[in-house]
């Protein structure tokens, strides 16, 4: 039998489907929303009144733009460049770019869409927006990266600003990229504001905010675990990818005591069953920041096994923390994760659980964050940045970790606040988005009919 709730979620789908046909990454995005928001929305009716879930799903704005280069060897390319100025009902534009060669606008709608309730989420005053570019930095050279960035931004200058849109960084976008594209900003507007975040220090950046997706998705992961009365020391973590987030997720998880054995790029996985160290860590990071080389280079050097083509989601853990793409743990994943005793999954990255694998981790018992509440620590400490750039200042790192710290709990608080069933457990999906989209919400009707 239909019930009421599931076929108003159907309908609202349906018309979902109709105004964005072909966007499966969007659809997905707004699916897991809709499964939280319609029947809150049912028994809140000031949100229904005011049309508000429909409202949002409707960017303000999207610019989609040739970005013109030139390659080493002389050759004219061209790729496409793109912003989602999603919803700045609580601040303004908020969010990274992606430089990738799977980026479309139905990839940067979910996004963009997720970044909305993130930013939420952190309490600070950010909308939310994404942007980037079918641009694909691997196997490019310094020079090529940086005409690139030149390119776009002399596009994107036009309708970003620190008080408009704040881009930053996201999968192929990292201090190198953010550099080139502040530079060519600087030099078009002929202001110097902080206008992207993840900036160097030497010329605005805030300190931590490298660190700060790892390390926020590691204190989240604390929060979960002591709703179990347990911590993360000694407990066996997987973490795919090798970029900034898996990076410093690894290093916060040895700091709190956990094994990281896993690492992953787009080629494969290594397994070190003795745990990547701070030792191995740091050739990690020489390896994937400095000669930008393959993952494979890991087992090489310290003799361990490289699965190509394989995820690292059928090794024993206790914990997993996808920190690499969208839908990279999939059903099948979920079930190896729970015959192998698998009790916490939590996303550094943005959507990699599939929706029948979050089912099957709910329905297993597993303690299951979206990325939306747990990877919000890079867009908090981005916030951070905005807020020293204003005041022209810097804090200490011991101070922005502190903020990023508390943030982190705080999300967690608005979790357990909007997802606790009547037996305790914890729905962080619905938790997540219930908070995230009553800010929101409250500030679109607040703000009247725009
Ligand atoms: P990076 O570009 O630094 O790293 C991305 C990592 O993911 C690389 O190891 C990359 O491998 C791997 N990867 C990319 N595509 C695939 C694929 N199809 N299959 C398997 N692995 C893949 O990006 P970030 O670490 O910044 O971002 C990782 C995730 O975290 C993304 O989902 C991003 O949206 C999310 N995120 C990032 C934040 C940030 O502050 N940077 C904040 C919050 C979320 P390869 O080198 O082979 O491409
Ligand atoms: O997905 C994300 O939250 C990010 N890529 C970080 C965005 C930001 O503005 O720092």
């Known amino acids: 039998m239909i019930t009421t709730k599931q076929s ?13 046909p072909a966007q499966p990454e969007f659809h997905q995005a707004v699916y897991e929303v809709a499964l939280a928001i319609v029947p809150f929305i049912e028994k809140n009716p000031v949100y229904k009144k005011a049309n508000i879930l429909e409202r949002m799903i409707e960017a303000e704005r999207i610019l ?29 534009y ?85 550099g080139f594209l502040f530079g060519q900003y600087k030099r078009l507007k002929n202001e ?19 660190e700060a997706t790892g390390y926020g998705l590691l204190f989240f992961v604390e929060e979960m675990l002591k709703t179990k ?17 898996a990076q410093y997720a690894i290093e916060k998880t040895l700091a709190f005591g956990g094994i990281p054995v896993t690492a992953s790029d787009s080629n494969g996985f290594i397994y070190d069953p003795k745990g990547i160290d701070a030792a191995k860590l740091e050739f990690l990071m020489e390896l994937k920041n400095v000669k930008r080389g393959r993952i494979k280079e890991y087992a090489d050097k310290f003799g361990c096994e ?16 996808p920190c690499a793409i969208q839908n990279e743990l999939d059903e099948e994943d979920a079930k190896l ?32 964050a979206p990325g939306k509440a747990s990877n919000a620590g890079g867009v908090a400490t981005s916030g951070l940045e905005m807020s020293q750039n204003s005041i022209r200042l810097y804090w200490t790192r011991a101070e922005v970790e502190e903020r990023l710290r508390i943030i982190m709990c705080d999300i967690h608080d608005q979790c357990i606040k909007y997802g606790k069933d009547e037996k305790g457990n914890v729905d962080y999906v619905k938790g997540a988005n219930i908070a995230g989209f009553v800010r929101v919400a409250d500030a679109m009707i607040a703000e009247g009919h725009v």
């Open 337 to 368: 994760l729970v015959e192998n005793g698998c009790m916490l999954v939590a996303e550094g990255a943005n959507m990699p659980t599939t929706p029948d694998a979050i089912t099957w981790l709910h329905k297993n018992g597993v303690l299951y």
């Open 8 to 20: 108003a979620i159907d309908k609202f789908m349906d018309m979902v489907d109709l105004k964005n």
């Open 306 to 321: 490289y699965f190509e083509g394989e995820k690292p989601w059928g090794i024993p853990c206790d914990v997993a923390l």
């Open 94 to 178: 908020k969010g990274g770019l992606r430089f990738h060669p799977n980026v479309n606008l139905s990839v940067l709608k979910f996004l963009a869409f997720e970044q909305v309730f993130k930013n939420s989420l952190t309490t600070l005053p950010m909308g939310g927006g994404k942007g980037g570019s079918d641009f694909d930095p691997k196997g490019k050279s310094d020079n090529e990266v940086m005409r690139f960035c030149q390119s776009f931004m002399t596009e994107l200058y036009q309708h970003i600003g620190k008080d408009t849109d704040i881009p930053a960084g996201d999968v192929g976008v990292g201090s190198r990229e953010i």
């Open 229 to 245: 009365n347990q911590t993360l020391k000694g407990k066996k973590v997987l973490i795919s990818g090798s970029g900034n987030v």
């Open 64 to 92: 989609i733009f040739r970005v013109p280069w030139m390659d080493d060897a002389g050759n004219y390319r061209v790729n496409r460049g793109y912003r989602v100025q999603m919803n700045s009902a609580i601040g303004p």
């Open 192 to 210: 110097f504001t902080g206008v992207l975040t993840g900036k160097g220090y030497a010329y605005g950046g805030s300190l931590i905010r490298p």
